[in-house]
């Protein structure tokens, strides 16, 4: 690059960083060792430490894997295919509290970088691509260290380092500052679900059912009354006629099969389609927007609200489509299925089956508070209210985020 700003090089890795590798110390891991122990459960995306609770105490072994303030660990694997984490690095801030394992990496600064800069610089997207783009692996990926030692990047000045690790530093705060409020946000909903969800809105006079106190006016229903279900092949056929007449396809095609997996993206983006003829056969769990999802199987009990786009959706398998009678809106549905109080019922009835999957039976005997239309409308926009106010401060995070 030759239009570089004054005093800027151009580096490899190795150039700037001594490393040494970690070493199997799993089986010498107990709650009350002395040190924090660093392993792949330990790295978030962003490069924080995740403390999980694993503590290791020092022996012949481990000795040497004890941290130094300043050092940097980076985890050379992922438990997935995309890259969520893999090259994600913590920065050490105190000596002689933390030990690091197997496929973590110690790098130890040289004199030419600063560490704070440096600890940004690996954990910017532009490195971890480079990381990702060099992987090896399939559904769980992996990078060894002498591939990440001869990356290239452009180095400056050590003042300049600092002086832009800084500004970094003060915009990382914010965003701590913001996710914070999340979280408070978040408690203080859940809180205030709990309590639409059992007194409603402005009574005084209540009665006692299964699930405790519901104010007077209200029914108790199973869900059972309230809804019908669809899966993808139950409503049309057995799994046997789903294999003959779904194709299934990684690339856009006539209609997207919608999976959990998508609808827990910040952004709708479907990877999974089948042809017309398979969307033909699945129509009648066809989706326009606004439906209510659950998975009965691996992320059991999650719930989803469906979004509007302008193409073709029909159900992925291992989901559930969840219609409502005349009694039930919608949203408040949702909102209760979201709640501790259906969660709590739901986790009860699958704990009694061999098999750790949501049957409908299960799903319909569930009880659910039920108030007159109206106030079910009122409750649910006021967590609707909330939710929008998160989903703004979100949008603010990822802005700030993208700005950095």
Same mark, same amino acid.
């Given at each position: 690059?030759?239009?570089?700003?004054?005093?800027?090089?151009?580096?490899?890795?190795?150039?700037?960083?001594?490393?040494?590798?970690?070493?199997?110390?799993?089986?010498?891991?107990?709650?009350?060792?002395?040190?924090?122990?660093?392993?792949?459960?330990?790295?978030?995306?962003?490069?924080?430490?995740?403390?999980?609770?694993?503590?290791?105490?020092?022996?012949?072994?481990?000795?040497?894997?004890?941290?130094?303030?300043?050092?940097?660990?980076?985890?050379?694997?992922?438990?997935?295919?995309?890259?969520?984490?893999?090259?994600?690095?913590?920065?050490?801030?105190?000596?002689?509290?933390?030990?690091?394992?197997?496929?973590?990496?110690?790098?130890?600064?040289?004199?030419?970088?600063?560490?704070?800069?440096?600890?940004?610089?690996?954990?910017?997207?532009?490195?971890?691509?480079?990381?990702?783009?060099?992987?090896?692996?399939?559904?769980?990926?992996?990078?060894?260290?002498?591939?990440?030692?001869?990356?290239?990047?452009?180095?400056?000045?050590?003042?300049?380092?600092?002086?832009?690790?800084?500004?970094?530093?003060?915009?990382?705060?914010?965003?701590?500052?913001?996710?914070?409020?999340?979280?408070?946000?978040?408690?203080? =909903? /859940?809180?205030?679900?709990?309590?639409?969800? %059992?007194?409603?809105? $402005?009574?005084?006079?209540? @009665?006692? &059912?299964? +699930?405790?106190?519901?104010?007077?006016?209200?029914?108790?229903?199973?869900?059972?009354?309230?809804?019908?279900?669809?899966?993808?092949?139950?409503?049309?056929?057995?799994?046997?006629?789903?294999?003959?007449?779904?194709?299934?396809?990684?690339?856009?095609?006539?209609?997207?099969?919608?999976?959990?997996?998508?609808?827990? =993206? /910040?952004?709708?983006?479907?990877?999974?389609? %089948?042809?017309?003829? $398979?969307?033909?056969?699945? @129509?009648? &769990?066809? +989706?326009?927007?606004?439906?209510?999802?659950?998975?009965?199987?691996?992320?059991?009990?999650?719930?989803?609200?469906?979004?509007?786009?302008?193409?073709?959706?029909?159900?992925?398998?291992?989901?559930?489509?969840?219609?409502?009678?005349?009694?039930?809106?919608?949203?408040?549905?949702?909102?209760?299925?979201?709640?501790?109080?259906?969660?709590?019922?739901?986790?009860?009835?699958?704990?009694?089956?061999?098999?750790?999957?949501?049957?409908?039976?299960?799903?319909?005997?569930?009880?659910?508070?039920?108030?007159?239309?109206?106030?079910?409308?009122?409750?649910?926009?006021?967590?609707?209210?909330?939710?929008?106010?998160?989903?703004?401060?979100?949008?603010?995070?990822?802005?700030?985020?993208?700005?950095?």
């Amino acid at each position: 690059m030759s239009n570089l700003p004054k005093g800027w090089e151009e580096v490899l890795v190795e150039n700037v960083f001594d490393n040494i590798g970690g070493t199997s110390l799993e089986k010498f891991v107990n709650e009350n060792g002395k040190y924090k122990f660093i392993s792949i459960g330990n790295y978030s995306k962003s490069g924080k430490y995740i403390d999980n609770s694993q503590r290791i105490d020092i022996n012949e072994k481990s000795a040497n894997k004890i941290l130094n303030k300043n050092d940097l660990v980076m985890v050379l694997n992922d438990k997935t295919s995309t890259g969520d984490i893999i090259g994600s690095s913590i920065l050490i801030e105190e000596s002689d509290k933390y030990i690091y394992n197997q496929r973590s990496e110690r790098l130890i600064c040289k004199n030419n970088i600063y560490p704070k800069f440096a600890w940004q610089l690996l954990n910017s997207k532009y490195f971890r691509k480079k990381i990702v783009s060099l992987s090896q692996g399939g559904t769980q990926i992996y990078i060894n260290f002498p591939v990440i030692k001869k990356i290239n990047f452009y180095l400056p000045p050590l003042e300049e380092q600092k002086k832009i690790a800084d500004i970094l530093s003060t915009v990382d705060k914010k965003i701590a500052f913001v996710e914070e409020n999340i979280n408070v946000t978040e408690e203080l =909903k /859940k809180g205030l679900m709990q309590k639409l969800l %059992t007194e409603g809105i $402005g009574h005084t006079e209540f @009665k006692d &059912s299964e +699930l405790g106190r519901i104010p007077q006016g209200w029914e108790l229903k199973t869900l059972g009354e309230l809804v019908f279900i669809l899966t993808d092949y139950t409503a049309n056929g057995s799994f046997a006629s789903l294999k003959e007449n779904v194709t299934y396809f990684n690339e856009p095609n006539f209609a997207a099969l919608v999976r959990t997996t998508d609808l827990k =993206k /910040k952004e709708f983006k479907p990877e999974r389609f %089948t042809d017309k003829r $398979g969307y033909e056969f699945l @129509k009648k &769990s066809a +989706l326009y927007g606004g439906e209510i999802l659950m998975a009965n199987v691996g992320s059991i009990g999650e719930v989803y609200i469906v979004p509007e786009v302008d193409f073709p959706m029909t159900l992925a398998p291992n989901m559930y489509l969840i219609k409502y009678n005349d009694n039930l809106i919608n949203t408040y549905a949702y909102y209760f299925m979201n709640s501790s109080i259906f969660i709590n019922q739901l986790l009860s009835k699958i704990a009694s089956t061999t098999l750790q999957a949501v049957n409908k039976a299960n799903f319909k005997s569930i009880k659910i508070p039920l108030p007159p239309l109206e106030e079910q409308k009122k409750i649910a926009d006021i967590l609707s209210t909330v939710d929008k106010k998160i989903a703004f401060v979100e949008e603010n995070i990822n802005a700030t985020e993208e700005l950095k």
